[in-house]
């Protein structure tokens, strides 16, 4: 059975993305495996790199029984996908305690994304209710990752979190990097403190071009730092659990040798998230043109039931959407980084990727 499970997990994205496809012609869908929630756009820090721009909390963000009836009430009927607690800084929600108590009462697993910093306020509620996943970002040596993220103290309460959250018994524990042009070179002075910290594994996510990030190409790595942060990624799971997130896309028959299992982007298709203010969304994009509509006016389970059809589906114009080799947020931006970091071509004046730059990988 143990040859068998290898030969079927090879070809698992690709059963899988068939089985979408024919089920949504059908008429039905998956249940998602994930939910992501943005819990609050407020943020005490303010990294050039974010996303979602955060920093001040929106107007009109879900309340405490909005978040139980219209997110956890309605995972519950989605047979009880993980929810991914976001943010912002989602420990700066007041309610955080009593969302996961909701959430632990209705037997929903959660997890948490957080920079750290306010772990051991909230640690009680850690123990009681242990998540199954907690990101922990570390975006660089004690230096670089203090000046980057404007506030000294920020790399030594990270790496405080991740020795809590272990102590707390979560069985996964994650330093996560986002690389950029500035950090891209640092990662093999990271890596001792990496496996020192007490963190299970470590994720390399990239700088998407959205939210603050989305007018600062001098941010984002250059063709030959991708292709040496992924040779460094791929080398180093030798030594320790090493992963690259989504936003690298696929790296085809050599996706064994960069993460556990081969990449399909989940954007739609096995997972979503919602924003701070309800909308649902196909991933982490602020961009509300790609809405699929408000979990306030239509129920969640019914709005995941009947949109992402550009997800489920090739259609004219939506092919960027619809493949699953590919993170359709860095193509969508005309910066895909998945020829750049898995070819041995590319762009010898360290400009960034960009689809003149591609080169296929099948």
Do not use: M
């Given at each position: 059975m143990g040859l068998l499970h290898r030969f079927v997990a090879r070809r698992a994205p690709d059963i899988l993305q068939t089985e979408i496809r024919l089920l949504h012609r059908l008429g039905f869908v998956r249940p998602p495996q994930a939910v992501q929630w943005i819990a609050t756009s407020a943020c005490d820090l303010a990294c050039p790199h974010c996303y979602s721009k955060s920093g001040r909390r929106a107007d009109g963000e879900l309340t405490t029984d909005e978040a139980r009836r219209l997110v956890i009430d309605e995972l519950v009927r989605l047979d009880r996908p993980a929810l991914v607690i976001a943010g912002g800084e989602a420990l700066l929600r007041g309610d955080f305690a009593e969302?996961?108590?909701?959430?632990?009462?209705c037997d929903v697993p959660w997890a948490l994304h957080t920079h750290g910093g306010h772990v051991r306020r909230w640690i009680d509620v850690f123990r009681r209710h242990t998540p199954q996943m907690v990101a922990v970002s570390v975006d660089g040596p004690r230096a670089f990752h203090d000046e980057f993220r404007g506030?000294?103290?920020?790399?030594?309460?990270?790496l405080e979190a991740i020795v809590l959250l272990r102590q707390t018994g979560c069985p996964e524990?994650?330093?996560?990097?986002?690389?950029t042009r500035h950090n891209a070179d640092m990662l093999a002075d990271m890596l001792p403190t990496i496996i020192n910290s007490g963190a299970h594994s470590w994720g390399l996510h990239l700088t998407t071009p959205e939210g603050r990030a989305a007018g600062r190409p001098d941010m984002l790595p250059t063709p030959a730092q991708l292709r040496r942060a992924a040779a460094f990624a791929r080398r180093m799971r030798a030594?320790?659990?090493i992963e690259l997130d989504d936003e690298w896309g696929g790296a085809g028959g050599d996706d064994c040798f960069y993460r556990d299992d081969r990449f399909m982007c989940g954007a739609g298709r096995f997972s979503c998230v919602v924003s701070a203010t309800g909308e649902l969304m196909p991933c982490t994009t602020t961009d509300l043109a790609e809405s699929q509509g408000s979990i306030r006016r239509q129920p969640l389970s019914r709005l995941w039931a009947e949109r992402f059809e550009a997800f489920r589906a090739p259609a004219k114009g939506a092919l960027e959407k619809a493949q699953c080799f590919d993170c359709?947020?860095?193509?969508?931006?005309?910066?895909?980084?998945?020829?750049?970091?898995f070819a041995d071509r590319g762009d010898p004046f360290g400009k960034p990727c960009?689809?003149?730059t591609e080169v296929a990988v099948s």
């Open positions: 969302i996961v108590e909701y959430a632990h009462r506030r000294k103290g920020c790399f030594d309460a990270a524990v994650v330093a996560g990097t986002t690389i030594v320790f659990h359709w947020l860095q193509t969508r931006n005309g910066h895909s980084c998945r020829a750049a970091a960009s689809p003149q």
